[in-house]
């Protein structure tokens, strides 16, 4: 069974310009997390989809954006890069209402803001 | 304050020895605990969750909870060179969902010869 896959590995972005990164969650997990891991920072709660809808969302500023398709996959934007940004970005996926609350983390796309 | 709150480290204890990592929480109305696992590079692993004051145990690792003083620990017992990892404390205001899971920063963890 294929896991939490993430795309791409890496990004290399400029300051001001935007990135999107993608997620496919293991099969039949509805439920989508985004998270970012900066170093000496530890994972940050950005986003939360489920069923194709935002059900929760991190202290972030709105210029962080996602959304999750029909298929469940889900994409993060991240609009007007500032180099703080720069970040490992874990995407994790879950089935609904589970009862060990477990996340299945995928490897992470590295985003670097020069 | 933090929300989640662990030592950095590096703790260092030798191979067979009990390994303790401990992390403490703000929010009084948290329910659901979860303990990660992540080696440098890969990304986190769940290793155990509780729910309930007291100790759980599944096979080398103890949970402990003591939701009075806000603390919850991780025992190693019989520590192997493969449990140096960072492991991360988690702790969820729900239980059976993970819809916000907040995450300490991890503590190191090296396992000597």
């Known amino acids: 069974e294929a896991g939490v896959t993430q795309s791409p590995t890496h990004l290399i972005k400029t300051r001001g310009q935007q990135a999107t990164l993608r997620c496919s969650p293991i099969?039949?997990?509805?439920?989508v997390y985004w998270y970012q891991q900066a170093l000496g920072l530890g994972l940050q709660f950005l986003l939360w989809?489920?069923?194709?809808?935002?059900?929760n969302r991190g202290n972030f500023p709105p210029r962080f954006s996602g959304r999750q398709f029909p298929n469940y996959s889900s994409e993060l934007n991240v609009n007007a890069l500032e180099l703080e940004d720069s970040a490992l970005y874990l995407c994790?996926?879950?089935?609904?209402?589970?009862?060990?609350?477990?996340?299945?983390f995928g490897e992470g796309s590295r985003l670097t803001v020069l | 304050q933090k929300e989640v709150e662990q030592n950095s480290g590096p703790l260092s204890v030798p191979e067979g020895a009990i390994a303790s990592l401990n992390c403490t929480y703000s929010d009084r109305g948290s329910q659901s605990f979860f303990w990660y696992r992540q080696y440098s590079g890969k990304s986190p692993e769940l290793i155990m969750f509780i729910y309930s004051n007291g100790d759980k145990e599944d096979g080398r690792f103890t949970a402990q909870l003591n939701k009075a003083s806000q603390y919850v620990s991780l025992l190693i017992r019989d520590s192997q060179p493969s449990d140096s990892a960072t492991y991360l404390c988690?702790?969820?205001?729900?239980?059976?969902?993970?819809?916000?899971?907040?995450f300490g920063t991890g503590t190191r963890l090296q396992v000597t010869l």
């Open positions: 988690a702790v969820s205001q729900g239980t059976g969902t993970a819809s916000k899971l907040t």
């Open positions: 099969s039949g997990h509805t439920s």
């Open positions: 989809y489920d069923e194709g809808e935002e059900r």
């Open positions: 994790a996926s879950s089935l609904p209402l589970t009862n060990t609350g477990e996340l299945f």
